[in-house]
């Protein structure tokens, strides 16, 4: 899957919208940061991004569903994120099945909606 892909997926499952206030200015990083947001609360729902040639994707999950999950291959704690809600997904590298993922995207959406 490309980044493009990805970054669509997200919203067509969401009805996210694109940002990327993390881009540029004098952060020491080189990671372009793409992040879908609820329109309503504007409100981080995933994040996308580029880290070592992989393609990652960064969502909320409750606790117990991100215990589990992590137990999979390319499923990590969440890359400068919160590591008891946020998980970081190699989405290429992954034992993540298409419709597992799109679970999950949604699961990061009704989390963080509220």
């Known amino acids: 899957m490309t980044e493009k892909e990805l970054i669509q997926i997200v919203i067509d499952e969401t009805g996210g919208f694109l940002d990327h206030p ?57 890359y400068h994120m919160n590591k008891t809600h946020w998980n970081t997904i190699d989405v290429n590298h992954c034992d993540v099945q298409p419709q597992e993922l799109i679970g999950m995207i949604r699961e990061s959406s009704a989390l963080t909606e509220k």
């Open 22 to 78: 993390f881009n540029g200015g004098s952060s020491h990083e080189k990671i372009n940061w793409h992040i879908i947001r609820h329109h309503r609360n504007r409100k981080i729902l995933a994040m996308v991004f580029i880290k070592d040639d992989r393609l990652l994707i960064n969502l909320k999950l409750s606790p117990e569903h991100g215990e589990f999950a992590r137990k999979l291959r390319g499923v990590e704690p969440g």
